[in-house]
Protein backbone atom coordinates (compact mmCIF):
# COMPACT_ATOMS: atom_id res chain seq x y z
CA UNK A 1 0.00 0.00 0.00
CA UNK A 2 2.80 2.56 0.70
CA UNK A 3 4.49 1.30 -2.78
CA UNK A 4 1.48 2.33 -4.20
CA UNK A 5 0.98 6.02 -2.66
CA UNK A 6 4.99 6.38 -3.13
CA UNK A 7 4.41 5.84 -6.83
CA UNK A 8 1.07 7.72 -7.36
CA UNK A 9 2.90 10.53 -5.80
CA UNK A 10 5.66 10.60 -7.88
CA UNK A 11 3.72 10.26 -10.90
CA UNK A 12 1.38 13.12 -9.75
CA UNK A 13 5.17 15.19 -9.24
CA UNK A 14 6.20 14.57 -12.40
CA UNK A 15 2.83 15.48 -14.01
CA UNK A 16 2.67 18.89 -12.26
CA UNK A 17 6.53 19.24 -13.21
CA UNK A 18 5.91 18.71 -16.77
CA UNK A 19 2.90 20.90 -16.86
CA UNK A 20 4.69 23.56 -14.82
CA UNK A 21 7.39 23.82 -17.91
CA UNK A 22 4.77 22.97 -20.64
CA UNK A 23 2.94 25.69 -19.09
CA UNK A 24 5.93 27.98 -18.76
CA UNK A 25 6.60 26.98 -22.22
CA UNK A 26 3.15 28.03 -23.94
CA UNK A 27 3.45 31.55 -21.89
CA UNK A 28 6.94 32.50 -23.92
CA UNK A 29 5.93 31.10 -26.84
CA UNK A 30 2.65 33.75 -26.39
CA UNK A 31 4.55 36.68 -24.97
CA UNK A 32 6.75 36.35 -27.86
CA UNK A 33 4.16 36.20 -30.87
CA UNK A 34 2.22 39.45 -28.79
CA UNK A 35 6.10 41.30 -28.88
CA UNK A 36 6.48 40.85 -32.35
CA UNK A 37 2.97 41.32 -33.12
CA UNK A 38 3.25 45.14 -31.40
CA UNK A 39 6.76 45.16 -33.20
CA UNK A 40 5.64 44.92 -36.47
CA UNK A 41 2.21 46.77 -36.26
CA UNK A 42 4.53 49.91 -34.52
CA UNK A 43 7.26 49.95 -37.86
CA UNK A 44 4.27 49.50 -40.03
CA UNK A 45 2.93 52.93 -38.35
CA UNK A 46 5.90 54.64 -38.29
CA UNK A 47 6.74 54.17 -34.14
CA UNK A 48 10.09 53.33 -34.44
CA UNK A 49 10.96 53.96 -31.03
CA UNK A 50 7.75 51.70 -29.79
CA UNK A 51 8.91 48.97 -32.29
CA UNK A 52 12.37 49.11 -30.36
CA UNK A 53 11.06 48.55 -27.08
CA UNK A 54 8.89 45.87 -28.49
CA UNK A 55 11.75 44.39 -30.32
CA UNK A 56 13.76 44.71 -27.02
CA UNK A 57 10.78 42.75 -25.42
CA UNK A 58 11.22 39.84 -27.54
CA UNK A 59 14.80 39.66 -26.41
CA UNK A 60 13.96 39.20 -23.53
CA UNK A 61 11.59 36.60 -23.61
CA UNK A 62 13.90 34.51 -25.99
CA UNK A 63 17.36 35.92 -25.86
CA UNK A 64 18.85 32.92 -27.52
CA UNK A 65 16.91 33.73 -30.98
CA UNK A 66 19.74 35.79 -33.87
CA UNK A 67 16.15 36.76 -35.85
CA UNK A 68 14.97 39.00 -32.79
CA UNK A 69 18.23 41.02 -32.58
CA UNK A 70 17.91 41.48 -36.20
CA UNK A 71 14.96 42.63 -36.48
CA UNK A 72 15.48 44.90 -33.82
CA UNK A 73 18.61 46.06 -36.19
CA UNK A 74 16.39 46.94 -38.83
CA UNK A 75 13.97 49.05 -36.31
CA UNK A 76 16.92 51.26 -35.20
CA UNK A 77 17.71 51.50 -38.78
CA UNK A 78 14.49 53.18 -39.72
CA UNK A 79 15.14 55.18 -36.08
CA UNK A 80 18.27 56.50 -37.92
CA UNK A 81 20.30 55.10 -35.01
CA UNK A 82 22.82 53.45 -37.27
CA UNK A 83 25.44 53.05 -34.30
CA UNK A 84 23.13 50.99 -32.22
CA UNK A 85 21.80 49.24 -35.54
CA UNK A 86 25.57 47.78 -35.99
CA UNK A 87 25.98 46.65 -32.34
CA UNK A 88 22.46 44.45 -32.77
CA UNK A 89 23.81 43.04 -35.71
CA UNK A 90 26.98 42.08 -34.17
CA UNK A 91 24.09 40.41 -31.52
CA UNK A 92 22.57 38.53 -33.98
CA UNK A 93 25.99 37.05 -35.36
CA UNK A 94 26.94 36.25 -31.92
CA UNK A 95 23.65 34.37 -31.65
CA UNK A 96 23.80 32.13 -34.91
CA UNK A 97 22.92 34.40 -37.39
CA UNK A 98 24.60 33.40 -40.90
CA UNK A 99 22.77 35.14 -43.21
CA UNK A 100 25.81 36.62 -45.03
CA UNK A 101 23.82 38.70 -47.55
CA UNK A 102 21.39 40.49 -45.01
CA UNK A 103 24.32 41.07 -42.27
CA UNK A 104 26.68 43.15 -45.22
CA UNK A 105 23.83 44.78 -46.58
CA UNK A 106 22.39 46.13 -43.53
CA UNK A 107 26.05 46.56 -42.49
CA UNK A 108 26.72 48.41 -45.28
CA UNK A 109 23.03 50.35 -45.43
CA UNK A 110 24.69 51.70 -41.64
CA UNK A 111 27.63 52.68 -43.00
CA UNK A 112 26.51 54.83 -45.69
CA UNK A 113 24.30 56.68 -42.83
CA UNK A 114 26.79 56.91 -41.04
CA UNK A 115 29.01 58.66 -44.18
CA UNK A 116 31.46 55.96 -44.00
CA UNK A 117 31.35 55.07 -47.68
CA UNK A 118 34.68 53.24 -47.61
CA UNK A 119 33.08 50.62 -45.16
CA UNK A 120 29.73 50.38 -46.98
CA UNK A 121 31.48 49.82 -50.75
CA UNK A 122 34.02 47.23 -49.39
CA UNK A 123 30.69 44.88 -48.07
CA UNK A 124 29.45 45.57 -51.27
CA UNK A 125 32.44 44.52 -53.04
CA UNK A 126 32.68 41.44 -51.73
CA UNK A 127 28.90 40.70 -52.33
CA UNK A 128 29.04 41.75 -55.73
CA UNK A 129 32.16 39.27 -56.50
CA UNK A 130 30.01 36.12 -54.76
CA UNK A 131 27.10 37.64 -57.52
CA UNK A 132 24.54 38.73 -54.52
CA UNK A 133 23.94 41.79 -55.82
CA UNK A 134 20.65 42.83 -57.65
CA UNK A 135 20.98 45.55 -60.64
CA UNK A 136 19.78 48.02 -58.05
CA UNK A 137 22.33 47.41 -55.89
CA UNK A 138 25.27 47.05 -58.57
CA UNK A 139 24.16 50.43 -59.74
CA UNK A 140 24.19 51.94 -56.03
CA UNK A 141 27.72 50.55 -55.89
CA UNK A 142 28.58 51.85 -58.90
CA UNK A 143 27.56 55.32 -58.03
CA UNK A 144 29.36 55.27 -54.59
CA UNK A 145 32.64 54.14 -56.07
CA UNK A 146 32.17 57.07 -59.13
CA UNK A 147 32.20 59.49 -55.99
CA UNK A 148 35.02 57.78 -54.19
CA UNK A 149 37.22 58.43 -57.34
CA UNK A 150 36.83 54.59 -58.28
CA UNK A 151 35.93 54.99 -62.32
CA UNK A 152 37.45 51.96 -63.18
CA UNK A 153 35.60 50.33 -60.53
CA UNK A 154 32.98 51.63 -60.96
CA UNK A 155 32.50 51.14 -64.75
CA UNK A 156 32.79 47.00 -63.75
CA UNK A 157 30.06 47.06 -61.01
CA UNK A 158 28.07 49.59 -63.95
CA UNK A 159 28.85 46.46 -66.50
CA UNK A 160 27.19 43.89 -64.47
CA UNK A 161 24.15 45.95 -63.94
CA UNK A 162 24.00 46.41 -67.69
CA UNK A 163 24.23 41.98 -68.39
CA UNK A 164 21.37 41.86 -66.21
CA UNK A 165 19.10 44.84 -67.49
CA UNK A 166 21.06 46.38 -70.90
CA UNK A 167 18.10 48.13 -71.61
CA UNK A 168 17.28 49.65 -68.60
CA UNK A 169 17.06 53.55 -68.37
CA UNK A 170 18.40 53.58 -64.58
CA UNK A 171 21.89 51.71 -65.95
CA UNK A 172 21.88 54.80 -68.19
CA UNK A 173 21.57 57.46 -65.18
CA UNK A 174 24.34 55.89 -63.54
CA UNK A 175 26.55 55.93 -66.44
CA UNK A 176 25.76 59.50 -67.03
CA UNK A 177 26.74 60.22 -63.16
CA UNK A 178 30.04 58.36 -63.57
CA UNK A 179 30.64 60.01 -66.69
CA UNK A 180 29.75 63.67 -64.47
CA UNK A 181 32.50 62.60 -62.06
CA UNK A 182 35.29 61.88 -64.18
CA UNK A 183 35.15 64.69 -66.10
CA UNK A 184 33.14 63.88 -69.12
CA UNK A 185 30.74 66.57 -69.10
CA UNK A 186 29.60 67.10 -72.66
CA UNK A 187 29.09 63.27 -72.99
CA UNK A 188 27.19 63.03 -69.72
CA UNK A 189 24.53 66.12 -70.65
CA UNK A 190 24.16 64.71 -73.95
CA UNK A 191 23.07 60.85 -72.18
CA UNK A 192 20.89 62.25 -69.82
CA UNK A 193 19.39 64.48 -71.81
CA UNK A 194 18.14 61.67 -74.00
CA UNK A 195 17.43 59.55 -70.87
CA UNK A 196 14.91 62.43 -69.70
CA UNK A 197 13.48 62.62 -73.23
CA UNK A 198 12.44 58.75 -73.45
CA UNK A 199 11.28 59.08 -69.46
CA UNK A 200 10.50 62.32 -68.39
CA UNK A 201 9.17 61.26 -65.18
CA UNK A 202 12.30 59.40 -64.22
CA UNK A 203 13.40 60.78 -61.12
CA UNK A 204 16.81 59.98 -60.60
CA UNK A 205 17.26 61.58 -63.77
CA UNK A 206 15.89 64.26 -63.18
CA UNK A 207 17.91 64.38 -59.92
CA UNK A 208 20.99 64.16 -62.04
CA UNK A 209 20.31 66.53 -64.49
CA UNK A 210 19.47 69.08 -61.39
CA UNK A 211 22.83 68.66 -59.96
CA UNK A 212 24.31 69.40 -62.91
CA UNK A 213 22.35 72.41 -63.63
CA UNK A 214 23.34 73.58 -59.72
CA UNK A 215 26.85 72.54 -60.35
CA UNK A 216 27.12 74.90 -63.17
CA UNK A 217 25.52 77.89 -61.86
CA UNK A 218 22.16 77.44 -63.40
CA UNK A 219 19.88 77.20 -59.96
CA UNK A 220 16.60 78.27 -61.53
CA UNK A 221 17.10 75.14 -64.60
CA UNK A 222 17.87 72.82 -61.89
CA UNK A 223 14.66 73.99 -59.91
CA UNK A 224 12.67 73.64 -63.42
CA UNK A 225 13.55 70.24 -63.63
CA UNK A 226 13.02 68.81 -60.29
CA UNK A 227 8.73 70.83 -61.09
CA UNK A 228 8.59 68.60 -63.81
CA UNK A 229 8.31 65.81 -61.13
CA UNK A 230 5.07 63.48 -60.10
CA UNK A 231 3.82 64.68 -56.87
CA UNK A 232 4.83 61.10 -54.96
CA UNK A 233 8.30 61.90 -56.65
CA UNK A 234 8.08 65.23 -55.08
CA UNK A 235 7.83 64.27 -51.99
CA UNK A 236 10.94 62.48 -51.80
CA UNK A 237 13.36 63.51 -49.30
CA UNK A 238 16.13 63.58 -51.48
CA UNK A 239 14.37 65.36 -54.02
CA UNK A 240 12.39 67.99 -51.18
CA UNK A 241 16.71 68.51 -50.02
CA UNK A 242 18.16 69.25 -53.75
CA UNK A 243 15.02 71.63 -54.55
CA UNK A 244 15.77 73.57 -50.97
CA UNK A 245 19.46 73.87 -52.17
CA UNK A 246 18.23 75.27 -55.97
CA UNK A 247 16.08 77.85 -54.46
CA UNK A 248 18.74 78.81 -51.83
CA UNK A 249 21.36 79.62 -54.66
CA UNK A 250 18.30 82.18 -55.81
CA UNK A 251 17.92 83.44 -52.30
CA UNK A 252 14.53 82.28 -52.11
CA UNK A 253 14.96 81.43 -48.62
CA UNK A 254 11.37 81.89 -47.83
CA UNK A 255 10.14 79.27 -50.39
CA UNK A 256 12.58 76.89 -49.36
CA UNK A 257 11.34 77.57 -45.58
CA UNK A 258 7.80 76.83 -46.72
CA UNK A 259 9.07 73.89 -48.52
CA UNK A 260 10.76 72.14 -45.81
CA UNK A 261 8.26 73.43 -43.00
CA UNK A 262 6.30 70.92 -45.11
CA UNK A 263 8.29 68.17 -45.39
CA UNK A 264 9.05 68.16 -41.90
CA UNK A 265 5.15 67.07 -41.09
CA UNK A 266 5.59 64.26 -42.49
CA UNK A 267 7.60 61.34 -40.41
CA UNK A 268 10.32 59.04 -41.51
CA UNK A 269 13.91 58.52 -40.92
CA UNK A 270 15.20 61.99 -43.09
CA UNK A 271 14.04 64.36 -39.98
CA UNK A 272 17.61 65.31 -39.00
CA UNK A 273 18.79 66.21 -42.60
CA UNK A 274 15.34 68.48 -43.14
CA UNK A 275 15.95 70.15 -39.88
CA UNK A 276 19.58 70.73 -40.48
CA UNK A 277 18.30 71.96 -44.11
CA UNK A 278 15.69 74.22 -42.40
CA UNK A 279 18.53 75.41 -39.98
CA UNK A 280 20.72 76.77 -43.25
CA UNK A 281 17.93 78.37 -44.79
CA UNK A 282 17.05 80.33 -41.55
CA UNK A 283 21.16 81.37 -41.21
CA UNK A 284 21.02 82.28 -44.82
CA UNK A 285 18.22 84.71 -43.60
CA UNK A 286 19.79 86.11 -40.98
CA UNK A 287 17.84 84.49 -37.70
CA UNK A 288 20.81 82.98 -36.02
CA UNK A 289 18.58 81.87 -33.13
CA UNK A 290 16.37 80.48 -34.42
CA UNK A 291 19.03 78.17 -36.81
CA UNK A 292 21.10 77.35 -33.63
CA UNK A 293 17.71 75.82 -32.77
CA UNK A 294 16.72 73.98 -35.22
CA UNK A 295 20.74 72.65 -35.40
CA UNK A 296 20.14 71.85 -31.89
CA UNK A 297 17.09 69.64 -33.19
CA UNK A 298 19.30 68.15 -35.88
CA UNK A 299 22.02 66.71 -33.94
CA UNK A 300 19.65 65.63 -30.99
CA UNK A 301 18.59 63.29 -33.64
CA UNK A 302 21.54 62.43 -35.31
CA UNK A 303 25.00 63.73 -33.21
CA UNK A 304 26.80 63.27 -36.55
CA UNK A 305 24.73 65.61 -38.81
CA UNK A 306 26.97 67.18 -41.15
CA UNK A 307 25.17 70.11 -42.60
CA UNK A 308 23.97 70.71 -38.80
CA UNK A 309 27.46 70.67 -37.48
CA UNK A 310 28.38 73.14 -40.44
CA UNK A 311 25.57 75.76 -39.95
CA UNK A 312 27.11 76.06 -36.58
CA UNK A 313 30.53 76.49 -37.35
CA UNK A 314 29.24 79.18 -40.23
CA UNK A 315 26.92 81.36 -37.55
CA UNK A 316 30.27 80.93 -35.01
CA UNK A 317 31.84 82.51 -37.97
CA UNK A 318 29.53 85.16 -38.37
CA UNK A 319 29.79 86.04 -34.71
CA UNK A 320 33.40 86.67 -35.30
CA UNK A 321 34.55 83.35 -33.76
CA UNK A 322 36.69 81.94 -36.09
CA UNK A 323 37.79 79.24 -33.84
CA UNK A 324 35.09 77.43 -33.13
CA UNK A 325 33.75 77.97 -36.56
CA UNK A 326 36.87 75.92 -38.03
CA UNK A 327 36.03 73.21 -35.14
CA UNK A 328 32.81 72.68 -36.57
CA UNK A 329 33.62 72.96 -40.44
CA UNK A 330 36.50 70.42 -39.29
CA UNK A 331 33.86 68.27 -37.26
CA UNK A 332 31.29 68.75 -40.05
CA UNK A 333 34.07 67.47 -42.82
CA UNK A 334 34.84 64.51 -40.32
CA UNK A 335 31.15 63.46 -40.31
CA UNK A 336 30.74 63.76 -44.39
CA UNK A 337 33.72 64.07 -46.01
CA UNK A 338 31.51 65.02 -49.09
CA UNK A 339 29.79 67.84 -47.80
CA UNK A 340 30.50 70.32 -49.91
CA UNK A 341 29.89 73.42 -47.71
CA UNK A 342 32.67 71.81 -45.25
CA UNK A 343 35.04 71.62 -48.11
CA UNK A 344 34.64 74.87 -48.93
CA UNK A 345 34.59 76.73 -45.50
CA UNK A 346 37.90 74.72 -44.58
CA UNK A 347 39.48 75.80 -47.98
CA UNK A 348 38.05 79.16 -47.67
CA UNK A 349 39.91 79.50 -43.93
CA UNK A 350 43.10 77.47 -45.11
CA UNK A 351 43.81 80.14 -47.82
CA UNK A 352 42.78 82.79 -45.65
CA UNK A 353 46.15 81.72 -43.04
CA UNK A 354 48.52 80.46 -46.36
CA UNK A 355 47.81 76.66 -45.44
CA UNK A 356 47.56 75.79 -49.29
CA UNK A 357 47.98 72.36 -48.87
CA UNK A 358 45.36 72.00 -46.55
CA UNK A 359 43.45 74.28 -49.55
CA UNK A 360 44.39 72.52 -52.10
CA UNK A 361 43.03 68.90 -50.68
CA UNK A 362 39.85 70.70 -49.99
CA UNK A 363 39.58 72.17 -53.05
CA UNK A 364 40.70 68.74 -54.90
CA UNK A 365 38.14 67.02 -53.02
CA UNK A 366 35.54 69.58 -54.42
CA UNK A 367 36.72 69.14 -58.01
CA UNK A 368 36.74 65.31 -57.74
CA UNK A 369 32.80 65.82 -56.45
CA UNK A 370 32.20 68.16 -59.36
CA UNK A 371 31.19 70.67 -57.19
CA UNK A 372 33.96 73.02 -57.18
CA UNK A 373 32.76 76.78 -58.11
CA UNK A 374 34.65 78.86 -61.11
CA UNK A 375 36.83 80.72 -58.38
CA UNK A 376 37.43 77.13 -56.57
CA UNK A 377 38.88 76.08 -59.81
CA UNK A 378 40.98 79.17 -60.37
CA UNK A 379 41.77 78.97 -56.55
CA UNK A 380 43.13 76.00 -57.00
CA UNK A 381 44.86 76.38 -60.01
CA UNK A 382 47.03 79.25 -58.62
CA UNK A 383 47.90 77.17 -55.80
CA UNK A 384 49.05 74.32 -58.16
CA UNK A 385 51.55 77.24 -60.08
CA UNK A 386 52.11 78.86 -56.57
CA UNK A 387 53.94 75.27 -55.01
CA UNK A 388 54.97 74.10 -58.72
CA UNK A 389 53.05 71.23 -58.18
CA UNK A 390 51.02 70.26 -60.64
CA UNK A 391 51.60 72.88 -63.71
CA UNK A 392 49.70 71.12 -66.17
CA UNK A 393 46.58 70.87 -64.23
CA UNK A 394 46.58 74.34 -63.56
CA UNK A 395 46.50 74.67 -67.64
CA UNK A 396 43.71 71.91 -67.78
CA UNK A 397 41.75 73.96 -65.46
CA UNK A 398 41.99 77.20 -67.05
CA UNK A 399 41.37 75.58 -70.50
CA UNK A 400 38.06 73.91 -69.29
CA UNK A 401 37.01 77.61 -67.79
CA UNK A 402 37.74 79.08 -71.36
CA UNK A 403 36.12 76.54 -73.02
CA UNK A 404 33.11 77.68 -71.26
CA UNK A 405 33.87 81.25 -71.61
CA UNK A 406 36.94 82.52 -73.47
CA UNK A 407 36.51 85.82 -72.49
CA UNK A 408 37.44 84.19 -68.88
CA UNK A 409 39.88 87.09 -67.29
CA UNK A 410 40.23 84.78 -64.89
CA UNK A 411 41.24 81.83 -66.57
CA UNK A 412 43.44 83.64 -68.78
CA UNK A 413 45.29 84.72 -65.91
CA UNK A 414 46.32 81.03 -64.98
CA UNK A 415 46.89 79.94 -68.45
CA UNK A 416 49.57 83.01 -68.54
CA UNK A 417 51.08 81.87 -65.33
CA UNK A 418 50.41 78.06 -65.80
CA UNK A 419 52.53 78.42 -69.86
CA UNK A 420 55.15 80.99 -68.41
CA UNK A 421 55.88 78.21 -65.39
CA UNK A 422 55.88 75.52 -67.82
CA UNK A 423 58.22 77.11 -70.41
CA UNK A 424 60.20 78.10 -67.47
CA UNK A 425 60.94 74.60 -66.00
CA UNK A 426 61.28 73.14 -69.64
CA UNK A 427 64.08 75.36 -70.60
CA UNK A 428 66.04 74.78 -66.83
CA UNK A 429 65.65 71.04 -67.47
CA UNK A 430 62.91 70.45 -64.42
CA UNK A 431 60.63 68.17 -64.58
CA UNK A 432 57.01 69.75 -64.33
CA UNK A 433 54.66 67.35 -62.37
CA UNK A 434 51.15 65.74 -63.58
CA UNK A 435 48.41 64.03 -62.99
Same mark, same amino acid.
Given at each position: MKRWASGVLLLWVATSCKDGKTLEAEKKAQQLTVALSTARSAMAQGDFA??????????????????NYLLL?????????????????????DHGARDTYRLKRM??????????????????????DAELLSEPELLQLAGLQAVQGDTNGAYKSLEKAQLKKPSDPAVKVVEARVLFLSGEEAVAADLIDKVIAENPELA????????????????????????????????????????????????????? %??? !????? @???? $?? *? &??? =????AETRLYQGDLGE %??? !????? @???? $?? *? &??? =?????????LEGDERTAEENFTFAQRADPLLGQALSSVA?????????????????????????????????????????????????LAAELLKRDPNDAGAKAVKQRADKLGKSKQSSGLQVIGR
Open positions: WAIDAFKSAIAVRPEEAEAEAYMAAGKMALALLSIQEGERADCHLSLREPAKAISLLLSLREARLLRARYFLNNGAPDKAELDLNQLGFEAAKRPEVVDLKAVALHRQKKYGEA %AKL !LDAAL @LQPG $PG *Q &ADM =LARL %AAV !LVGKA @LALN $PR *Q &ALA =LWVRGRAAQELALKDGRKMQAMQALERLLSLNEATRQQRLALAHIYIDTASNVPRAQQ
